[in-house]
């Protein structure tokens, strides 16, 4: 994932992920590689003709660096590190589900939130959490598939998939007006199975955290998941360059808490984490290390 690359000088760069493994250096994680993930994973998401459009992009761009839409390129490495990233949100559920362990994060790029089952949009060309939100539903058999969503940027593709899916709640916390634009109080979603907490430029801790405990951890109390799925996007810290939210480190560590004690109350502790947004790369390796030692504290 780290061949994946944009051109000089785009946001989503392959120091992004490196700030994020430096960072987890030294934590006690049990390390392990991002298998592909499967076309039967990606079709419950993606339309095998989206699939496939994409695999002469792939081969052109082995020679020179393609734009798929105004802000997502790819490159020689792209075809792999797209695969991987969704086959790792995939692993991680297979793995927590099987008991290998309760908790997993996906430390991957690029990010998914934002592709659309037909469309690659906003750096994303799959969506990652939503792969692994279907195949938990139906590989595993569960009635009920929660993702949380704390990226500053609402995650429009997986609202989407959410939209057409009772079993699958959706969750979100962002800044708006912002890109892409979605993401209102009133898109509700199946039978109020979509939660948005849209927050305005400037907002800080106590706004941000006072939407998550109003809003999106009730919902989530009474919607009961058997797996809690977490776009942990850290681009609504106050350094972070493509926003203009206010939170601190330690708010990122707050909702690890959070999240935690929700899972542990519904799921047996059973929750998967993926690597969305965050720009400011101080601000993304301390935030992700912060949210990782949050959820591993107990």
């Not at 297979?94 to 790029?109: E, K, N, S, W």
């Not at 942990?232 to 360059?241: T, Y």
Request: glycine share 8%; net charge negative; hydrophobic share 45%.
């Amino acid at each position: 994932m780290l061949t994946h690359q944009p051109p000089p000088g785009h946001a989503e760069h392959s120091g992004r992920l490196q700030a994020v493994l430096d960072a987890l250096d030294g934590m006690p994680l049990d390390r392990r590689e991002a298998p592909y993930a499967s076309r039967e994973a990606l079709e419950r998401v993606h339309p095998g003709r989206y699939i496939e459009a994409l695999e002469p992009a792939f081969a052109e761009a082995q020679s020179a660096r393609v734009r798929l839409d105004p802000d997502t390129f790819i490159s020689a490495g792209s075809r792999e590190a797209v695969y991987r990233a969704a086959g790792a949100c995939v692993a991680a559920v297979d793995a927590v589900m099987a008991g290998d362990d309760d908790m997993a994060f996906c430390a991957v790029r690029p990010p998914g939130h934002h592709a659309e089952p037909i469309s690659p949009m906003g750096f994303c060309i799959f969506n990652n959490v939503a792969v692994a939100a279907l195949h938990a539903l139906d590989a595993h058999n569960l009635e009920r598939v929660a993702v949380v969503d704390f990226d500053v940027h609402h995650g429009n593709g997986t609202q989407t998939v959410a939209e057409r899916e009772p079993r699958l709640m959706f969750a979100s916390t962002h800044q708006a007006p912002l890109y892409p634009g979605t993401g209102a109080a009133d898109e509700t979603g199946i039978g109020q199975n979509v939660v948005n907490a849209p927050l305005p430029a400037g907002a800080g801790s106590a706004t941000w955290r006072r939407a998550m405990e109003t809003r999106v951890l009730p919902a989530l109390d009474a919607f009961a998941p058997q797996l809690i799925l977490v776009s942990a996007g850290f681009d609504a810290h106050k350094a972070d360059p493509l926003a203009q939210m206010e939170l601190e480190t330690e708010d990122f560590a707050w909702a690890a808490r959070e999240l935690r004690a929700l899972a542990l109350k519904h799921c047996q502790g059973k929750l998967v984490s993926t690597l969305e947004g965050g720009y400011d790369l101080a601000a993304l390796a301390g935030s992700a290390s912060a949210y990782l030692a949050a959820l591993q504290r107990d």
